[in-house]
């Protein structure tokens, strides 16, 4: 019996020559075997096929549902609450107003603090 | 196949937990009973943007010309105290600890407090929210844009003097 690796070192005439040899021969379920290997090199073909469609499919089908997401959570445009720019930039001045007013009192805190601090470290 | 399911599932959810924002809050709470809500659009900040006068400051106020065309939107939402407060207190806590925002500042006085964060780099900041509870009421000021950083410290700190 021939080895796969003699086999495959065999010419096309060598091979030609031992398929039409009648003398050696085959066994009765080669035929079968044969057939069943090719079927299942089909199968495993068609799943291949099956898989280049699924996973553009997939990727199709994640973007459509993160542009739906991202549809569904975004927020609506408030009213604006003044017609008026005048009005508005008050608004906004007061806004500023605001937080510098408690930026000033913490720094204020903050001067309290260095004076009681500096006042312990000259009585001690 | 099942990465993939798993891969968008974590992106909605990502999605999802980015959805709140000073505009979700905005809208949540705006129109409920006892809410003084401001809000100004993009759309007038362009427009305030556009009229010279407007950068002219009066004696004693504050120059807001550098950074007002750099800002896209001011929500204010002024609350008295009760479980509608709470609330809003509580969803604007959850959302500077989603939103990554840093603390600016904080003040404590006499169980009132007083909080400002923002959010961005060295150079620019993209939002900045100041929470405050007070003895009666929660207030709830954010503003977001692309306001450089430097003007915007300049500008609190200009007028805090």
Do not use: H
């Not at chain 1, 204020?108 to 260095?114: N, P």
């Amino acid at each position: 019996m021939k080895t796969l690796d003699e086999i495959t070192r065999l010419s096309a005439e060598d091979l030609e020559r031992i398929s039409l040899d009648t003398g050696i021969p085959v066994p009765e379920e080669l035929s079968a075997k044969v057939q069943e290997a090719v079927a299942r090199a089909d199968e495993a073909a068609t799943r291949v096929r099956r898989l280049r469609w699924a996973l553009p499919a997939s990727g199709i089908a994640a973007a459509v549902a993160v542009l739906v997401t991202i549809g569904l959570t975004r927020e609506p445009e408030p009213k604006d609450t003044f017609d008026d720019p005048y009005l508005a930039y008050a608004e906004v001045e007061k806004v500023f107003s605001r937080i510098s007013g408690t930026v000033a009192y913490g720094a204020s805190k903050i001067t309290e603090t260095e004076e009681t601090l500096d006042k312990y470290a000259y009585w001690k | 196949m099942k990465k993939l399911y798993i891969l968008v599932v974590l992106l909605l959810m990502s999605l999802t937990a980015f959805a709140q924002n000073g505009r979700s809050l905005y809208n949540k709470y705006s129109d409920l009973d006892n809410v003084e809500a401001v809000y100004i659009s993009p759309a007038m900040f362009r427009l305030i943007g556009k009229i010279p006068d407007m950068e002219i400051p009066e004696e004693g106020s504050v120059n807001l010309g550098p950074i007002i065309k750099s800002l896209s939107g001011l929500y204010i939402l002024s609350i008295k105290e009760g479980n509608v407060a709470a609330d809003l207190y509580d969803d604007v806590s959850r959302f500077i600890q989603k939103g990554q925002y840093e603390l600016l500042m904080e003040a404590k006085d006499n169980g009132e407090v007083m909080r400002m964060y923002t959010v961005g780099d060295d150079f620019v900041v993209n939002s900045f929210v100041m929470l405050a509870r007070e003895a009666d009421e929660v207030n709830f000021i954010c503003l977001d844009g692309t306001m450089p950083r430097e003007q915007l410290e300049n500008l609190i700190a200009e007028a805090a003097k």
